[in-house]
Nanobody
Framework: QVQLVESGGGLVQAGGSLRLSCAAS????????MGWFRQAPGREREFVAA????????YYTWPVKGRFTISRDNSKNTVYLQMNSLTPEDTAVYSC???????????????WGQGTQVTVSS
């Protein structure tokens, strides 16, 4: 069965950094776009970042450009999200996802992890 497991979340002060990891199993990892989404309480899940099959093409939502970096290691079936210069507005549950269409939208993803909490204090 397909399984995506996130790790690396936690509590950090504004201006700090976190590195999220997502380990995938049960799928041919290199055939999928991998994305990161986030959801704050009472808000809709929103796109954060994505990377294509081989890793050279990346996509970001405007608010995180220049602060977050997505990458993948196909040999380890793992996707990462390096998060720098964090602000309280980044507080959310971050989930990784695997998909094959529409890399910047929820509808484009087939498999989802349970998510990891990121809390940024002011």
């Amino acid at each position: 069965q397909v399984q995506l497991v996130e790790s690396g979340g936690g509590l950090v002060q504004a201006g700090g950094s976190l590195r999220l990891s997502c380990a995938a199993s049960g799928l041919t990892f290199s055939r999928y776009y991998m994305g990161w989404f986030r959801q704050a309480p009472g808000r809709e899940r929103e796109f954060v970042a994505a990377v294509n099959w081989g890793g050279p093409n990346t996509y970001y939502t405007w608010p995180v450009k220049g602060r977050f970096t997505i990458s993948r290691d196909n040999s380890k079936n793992t996707v990462y999200l390096q998060m720098n210069s964090l602000t309280p507005e980044d507080t959310a549950v971050y989930s990784c996802a695997a998909g094959r269409t529409l890399p910047t939208t929820v509808a484009g993803y087939e498999h989802w992890g349970q998510g990891t909490q990121v809390t940024v204090s002011s």
